[in-house]
């Protein structure tokens, strides 16, 4: 008796971390219903002129279940937006993930990177888009490293690079 009880206070206590929503982990089963026509005062057609609608991924945005996790990513460098300043320039870039849905119904994840341009107005530099579910996505940060993410604790992950300037995503060799 006293190891069943020792089991299920272990399940309680433990397994929230993993909480189902329908069968999986909770960034399996997540789903976020694209809203807005704006991203940061930008309009979507500067992100793609295909898309109808788009929301941005944040703590709030995320199922109850995942609250649990909220601290973890934090210290783990889980991030839905981030700032950065590379050259040391004071010219800051922001990296921030979301979904979006098209004119034609279709949905997916998206990371963009915006910065300002000359004038000081805010400007689209980088889209990547993951077709298929408007699900969970985030920026991982390790270092000077930054990682777009689909999961947590997966190899699901596309390394986000600057070189000469420009921004590019690199998949895995075996990325489908």
């Keep these: 008796m006293m190891r069943e009880a020792t089991t299920l206070l272990f399940a309680v206590l433990v397994l929230p971390s993993t909480v189902a929503l329908s069968g999986g982990l909770w960034w399996q089963d997540f789903e976020l219903e694209p809203k807005g026509t704006v991203i940061l005062g930008l309009p979507l057609s500067d992100f793609d002129t295909s898309w109808s609608k788009a929301s941005l991924l944040t703590i709030e945005s995320l199922p109850a279940s995942a609250k649990f996790d909220a601290d973890r990513m934090r210290s783990d460098g889980v991030k839905f937006r981030h700032e950065l300043d590379r050259e040391g320039t004071g010219s800051h870039e922001q990296l921030l993930v979301g979904v979006y849905q098209t004119t034609a119904g279709a949905r997916g994840r998206f990371v963009a990177i915006l910065g ?51 921004w590019s995503i690199e998949w895995p060799p075996d990325y489908g």
Excluded: M, Q, T, Y
Aim: proline letters at 2%; aromatic letters at 8%; glycine letters at 16%.
């Design 116 to 166: 300002r341009d000359s004038s000081g107005a805010a400007d689209v530099r980088f889209v990547s888009k993951r077709p298929g579910r408007a699900g969970f996505s985030a920026l991982l940060v390790e270092g000077d490293g930054i990682s777009w993410i689909f999961c947590l604790g997966c190899d699901d992950v596309g390394l986000l690079r600057k070189d000469d300037g420009s």
